[in-house]
């Protein structure tokens, strides 16, 4: 790419889908697109256009005031209209017909994600998205198979990053509910062990995206 897209073209990439990439627009848009290496066309029917790795880099540059993402943020996300799976600790409910059917719907676009960038089409392990979105994918991953995510108080699941690379911190008071959230990650291709605070004594899970 040799020049930065126009605001036209920004649009289109701004409003893709945020989990799968898929694009809006015209054809004459994604055309564009695609010439600069930020969009490619599906070759199996009905032959979307999706965001390329680039594509998504260009979505995803930190804007001058960018904020870490903590739960507060990815509430803020919700509210603008974008998915954003619930990593523990927000204001608002969870659950509801809409909601889960939200979450299914996500859940199998990031499925489909997975099939379409591994060179084999897998969709048993984690894609290049879930590597850079490590604690949103982890969420969707478990909010999709029913685990509860917390509330601002009260039990429930929690998502965190932390200082080691491509990995996240699961925790959750009930240590039943602790070992089934880490089983559904396992089984999400995400490589899973408990841990112990060595401050608190509370057990938690740390998990990374399987590679293999």
């Given at each position: 790419m040799t020049?930065?897209?126009?605001?036209?073209?920004?649009?289109?990439?701004d409003a893709a889908d945020p989990v799968t990439g898929r694009l809006k627009g015209t054809e004459a848009q994604h055309a564009a697109l695609v010439t600069r290496g930020l969009a490619f066309?599906?070759?199996?029917?009905?032959?979307?256009?999706?965001?390329?790795?680039?594509?998504?880099?260009?979505?995803?540059?930190?804007?001058?005031?960018?904020?870490?993402?903590?739960?507060?943020?990815?509430?803020?996300?919700?509210?603008?209209?974008?998915f954003a799976a619930r990593v523990g600790g927000e204001e608002e409910p969870a659950g509801g017909p809409s909601r889960i059917r939200e979450v299914q719907s996500a859940w199998q676009g990031l499925l489909e994600l997975r099939r379409m960038t591994h060179p084999d089409g897998a969709m048993d392990r984690p894609c290049g998205w879930e590597r850079t979105h490590l604690v949103r994918a982890a969420a969707l991953a478990l909010e999709a198979a029913g685990h509860?995510?917390?509330?601002?108080?009260?039990?429930?699941?929690?998502?965190?990053?932390?200082p080691q690379p491509e990995a996240v911190a699961v925790r959750e008071s009930d240590p039943e509910a602790l070992r089934a959230?880490?089983?559904?990650?396992?089984?999400?291709?995400?490589?899973?062990?408990?841990?112990?605070?060595?401050?608190?004594g509370a057990r938690y899970v740390l998990a990374s995206p399987r590679r293999a």
């Open positions: 020049r930065p897209p126009t605001a036209a073209q920004r649009r289109v990439i066309r599906h070759p199996r029917p009905p032959h979307d256009h999706f965001l390329t790795p680039a594509g998504h880099r260009v979505r995803e540059a930190p804007e001058p005031e960018a904020v870490p993402e903590t739960p507060a943020s990815v509430a803020s996300e919700s509210d603008s209209g974008v509860r995510p917390a509330a601002a108080q009260g039990g429930g699941y929690r998502v965190r990053a932390t959230c880490a089983a559904t990650l396992e089984k999400a291709g995400w490589q899973v062990g408990e841990h112990t605070e060595p401050r608190t």
